[in-house]
């Protein structure tokens, strides 16, 4: 059984507002990376994402972008003992008839082993999280990361 997931989430703002608070680091590090972020994402770029409960600044690879449609990163995996390895995640946007947008988040590519099921599951709750706190900070401004892993 392939280890993936999807979660997705609504979001009150125009597509290319949307797109861009996630490929501009300084608004990235507004509403998801707690410890900041360094580098626009870019093909072939590999940025830098720091986190509050995972300290530590975390490379993170480009694979593409297409403009306010689709962001394809690649990310190293939690160590399982069998060597490094990387997941993909997946950022769709999607614009909505009346305005909002629709953010999609898929995450692939773990060993199918405990430690992969348990990162799996770690990052899904972790994506559905930074969705919501894209809401929050898009629509209101709202920082809700702030303090709550520190």
Known sequence: MELRFSVSGRIARPVSEVFEA????????????????????????TVTWDFAD??????????????DRQIVLRWDAAE????????????DFAPLEDGRTLVTISESGWRENATGLQSCIGNCGG???ALSCMKAWLEHGIR???GFFA
Do not use: C, H, I
């Open 144 to 146: 809700l990361r702030d």
């Open 54 to 67: 995972f300290p530590g600044a975390f490379p993170v690879e480009v694979v593409s972008v297409e403009k």
């Open 127 to 129: 994506w559905m999280n």
């Open 22 to 45: 996630v490929v501009d680091p300084a608004q990235l590090s507004s509403f998801f990376t707690t410890g900041g972020a360094e580098g626009r994402l870019e093909p072939g770029a």
């Open 80 to 91: 399982d003992g069998e060597g490094p390895y990387k997941t993909l995640v997946t950022l």
